[in-house]
């Protein structure tokens, strides 16, 4: 019955997306062909996923998901998005560190830092700035699809003036409408006071579908949210990253441990690697699926240790869930294509990747994670036949546990003449363009029946308890806002009546300077000896 309900629920999306594509085709594309880019029409087109959220984040509405999808379009081609570069955004912004992806919370979602104490109002660079933020979210919607962020606004040492209310809608659009479905939390930090009635505003322009996603939180209650590995010194947290430009800090990922260590070099792990298949044959079965994409890598050639490994594949990978979903990528295929699921038993520490080559050529290959002490992974860098595939073997070392903050990077590129190439040296040269990545994050199996059982308990409680809430938020954000125009406008006054005190005393004390040199010389002249005609 609920395999029935849910192909039922399955075939009704298909319609929506279908009705959606449909109506945007005849209502909003026949006379304004030049309303939108090119490549967002294409992907709209094409990208099932796309559709979806944009019908999900507005409830499955059909008429409400389409207004969103003109505004967002029209949004992406205003500013360029498509074309937005690194070489686009001005240098200073980068170097600055006002706002930088880095870290994960609890849940494993990416963080994305606002330093509000480094942001200034000025109407010259808004666009800038705007245009940097769209450069962040639409780097991490490529190396990320589906993944959502929370957004940490770190108040620490800001006033009014770093307050920028233009800006903050901004960025509350860009979530809202701009990219739906990319808002896991917004967490705002060591709030001042005087600062609740702004953000008590900028709660009502969420709108009910995320007004359960901001959050306040002291220096101890964020800690709740993010553990201390990933929170600054001055929150409390242990984490010892420092911002710095060049390069962009965003990518975690390490080379990971092989069996007995770092791999120092690739030659060095391909002479232990008939030792520790022996060993691998001793280990308890593990369950998992993962999800890889390729980047810089070091192999190791070696033709005569396939039959070698050959005898030890079937010990080496024994008690690993072979996964069911598969990426297509241009150089591999990568299973799983999204996650690889680790559980807290002995019997579920273990997932296997499988990677196959699609292309004519040989292909070298790299598997990197950002937490390298926790895991083994074998072969970590090799090399792979054209149509062959490789089976990788991820594993839980010792007593470690798998966090959905963990990642592992799938890298790949073509090898022109794979018979005398080094491999080191080849992923040191290797243009950047023709390496492939692919990105895999782990799922904790205990974890997520946790949050499926909690999710099916109250949902309905939840929603209703989120209407509610923002229904009273309507209410008061007129006085709110009120209160803060009011609030600014008299801050605004002061601030001109202090400037214009600060000019009068300044040519007070001129004045008065003048008048004390002018008594001195009338003094000097008065005492001074008067010669005899």
Request: charged share 30%; aromatic share 10%.
């Amino acid at each position: 019955m609920a395999e029935l309900e849910q192909h039922e629920g399955a075939q009704d999306l298909e319609k929506k997306i279908e009705e959606t594509r449909l109506r945007f085709n005849n209502e909003f594309l026949q006379d304004s062909t030049d309303k939108y880019d090119s490549q967002d029409v294409e992907r709209l087109q094409k990208d099932d996923s796309l559709v979806e959220g944009y019908l999900q984040w507005r409830l499955y509405v059909v008429d409400d998901a389409l207004k969103m999808i003109d505004e967002s379009l029209q949004w992406r081609k205003e500013y360029g998005v498509n074309d937005i570069t690194e070489s686009t955004i001005p240098k200073w912004m980068f170097e600055i560190g006002a706002v930088y992806l880095h870290g994960y919370d609890k849940e494993g979602n990416k963080l994305f830092w606002f330093k509000v104490k480094l942001h200034v109002k000025d109407a010259k660079t808004i666009m800038d700035k705007k245009k940097y933020v769209a450069f962040w979210l639409e780097r991490y919607a490529k190396k990320e699809p589906g993944m959502p962020l929370t957004v940490v606004f770190d108040m620490a040492e800001s006033g009014l003036g770093n307050i920028d209310m233009e800006f903050v809608k901004y960025i509350i659009n860009c979530f809202k409408v701009y990219y739906p479905k990319f808002l896991s939390k917004m967490i705002i930090v060591d709030m001042p006071w005087i600062m609740n009635a702004a953000w008590k505003i900028v709660k009502s322009w969420l709108g009910p579908e995320a007004i359960s996603k901001l959050k306040f939180a002291s220096r101890s209650e964020i800690q709740g949210f993010i553990g201390l590995e990933y929170l600054p010194a001055h929150m409390g947290g242990t984490d010892p990253f420092k911002y710095s430009y060049p390069p962009l800090p965003d990518d975690d990922f390490q080379t990971p441990t092989c069996e007995n260590g770092p791999i120092a070099d690739e030659d060095e792990a391909e002479s232990k690697e008939g030792e520790i298949d022996s060993k691998d044959a001793l280990e308890s079965s593990f369950s998992s699926e993962i999800a890889v994409k390729p980047k810089k890598v070091n192999f190791l050639e070696d033709s005569l240790r396939c039959e070698d490994n050959d005898k030890g594949e079937s010990s080496r990978t024994k008690g690993a869930r072979k996964p069911l979903t598969t990426f297509k990528g241009p150089l591999l295929d990568v299973s799983p294509a999204e996650e690889l699921c680790f559980g807290s038993a002995e019997t579920e520490k273990k997932c296997l990747i499988i990677l196959g080559n699609v292309t004519k050529n040989q292909l070298a290959f790299k598997v990197r994670t950002t937490a390298p002490e926790k895991y083994r992974v074998k072969p970590s860098n090799s090399c792979c036949d054209p149509g062959a595939s490789v089976e990788i073997v991820v594993s839980l070392h010792g007593g470690s546990q798998a966090s959905p903050q963990d990642r592992f990077l799938v890298m790949a590129a073509e090898m022109d003449n794979a018979g005398s190439q080094d491999l080191t040296q080849f992923w040191k040269e290797v243009p950047k363009a023709k390496v492939m990545e692919h990105r895999l994050r782990c799922q904790v199996l205990e974890g997520a029946k946790q949050a499926a059982s909690a999710l099916a308990d109250g949902p309905v409680e939840k929603g209703a308890a989120d209407q509610q809430e923002f229904s009273s938020a309507v209410l008061n954000d007129n006085l709110y806002f009120t209160s803060l125009m009011r609030l600014m406008t008299c801050s605004a006054r002061t601030e001109q009546k202090l400037n214009a005190c600060l000019w009068v005393q300044k040519v007070l004390i001129g004045l008065v300077l003048l008048l004390v040199v002018l008594n001195l010389l009338c003094l000097h002249l008065l005492m001074a000896p008067q010669r005899p005609s």
